[in-house]
């Protein structure tokens, strides 16, 4: 009898652990000490970008995009570098004509051994519905 409800409680929770997530993310990944992204980074981010832009073409709602630059305590003034890192992303975004939503930036510097590879940009859209999550209506921001 105990199992048969360990076994309801864990299916119930285990729902919660595939909820969806509606952002699309991307993380690029620099050498130590630099804030230039390797060229096979800037294809990676070329080809997501695309992928946003034809799957959001539509979209007439207020989406956001979230970029934060990161670096680890191990490189050369590494709060420096993650801004950089940050500025770089964001200009590329700006570059490949990812401005339909407004950037927000931030930047973090981990300490050793927090992560296993602090030295990145993370970009994180977040579309509004009709998203992979949600099959609603996008809300037209112009009429307010």
């Known amino acids: 009898m105990k199992l048969k409800y360990f076994v309801l409680a864990l299916s119930l929770t285990a729902f919660q652990a595939f909820a969806c997530v509606a952002s699309e993310n991307i993380d690029l990944y620099f050498a130590q000490n630099s804030a230039q992204l390797p060229n096979s980074e800037i294809v990676r981010l070329a080809h997501w970008v695309a992928d946003q832009k034809v799957t959001y073409e539509r979209h007439q709602s207020e989406e956001a ?58 970009i994180s859209f977040e579309p509004q519905c009709p998203n992979k999550c949600c099959n ?7 009429k307010r």
Do not use: C, W
């Open 65 to 122: 995009t979230a970029l934060s630059g990161h670096a680890d305590s191990t490189e050369r003034d590494a709060s420096a570098t993650a801004r950089a890192r940050m500025l770089l992303g964001e200009q590329l975004l700006v570059n490949m004509g990812f401005t339909k939503a407004p950037i927000h930036t931030s930047t973090r510097v981990y300490n050793k051994g927090d992560v296993e590879n602090g030295r990145r940009i993370e």
């Open 136 to 142: 609603a209506p996008t809300r037209d921001a112009t």
